[in-house]
């Protein structure tokens, strides 16, 4: 990473660490740069929605989507360290396995004076199979 993804990866894993709901579903920062952001979640059993499945509780991989979004918008060029959500769609297609990481990816692909649009899927290991593809709009807050 060159010495500005160092930075952008420095401020985002302040702002997961600094969410009470990330650490608590222990989210994990892996990469982020240029308004794309991938974050994990390790499977764990006080995530469970249905223990009869042992699947992952929606609401868990919603945050998880909803934090990288984040995260996408706060390290793309145009916009700068803090946002929040205006509005997330989530698409669930399919349950993920029990016992896997979930990867959430998001892209910001495109930023106006005051919002950001995001683009993010959710897998459990096959990025062709997500458990889950989202789309939303996030505050922008410009460098002075």
């Known amino acids: 990473m060159t010495e500005i993804d160092q930075e952008q990866l420095r401020i985002a894993s302040e702002f997961i660490e600094a969410l009470p709901h990330s650490r608590a579903l222990g989210m994990r920062l892996v990469s982020i740069g240029d308004g794309e ?52 769609r989530i698409d669930y297609m399919r349950p993920a396995v029990p016992g896997r990481t979930i990867t959430a990816r998001a892209t ?18 096959d990025a062709d199979d997500p458990v889950a593809a989202a789309t939303g709009a996030f505050t922008v807050e410009r460098p002075e």
């Open 108 to 125: 910001c692909y495109h930023v106006t004076r005051s919002v950001a649009f995001v683009r993010a899927s959710a897998s459990d290991g």
């Open 37 to 88: 952001a991938v974050i994990e979640m390790p499977y764990a059993d006080h995530l469970v929605g249905d223990p009869a499945t042992g699947v992952i509780h929606g609401g868990a991989v919603s945050a998880l989507m909803d934090t990288c979004g984040g995260a996408s918008v706060m390290c793309h060029p145009e916009t700068g360290e803090m946002t929040a959500t205006l509005d997330l």
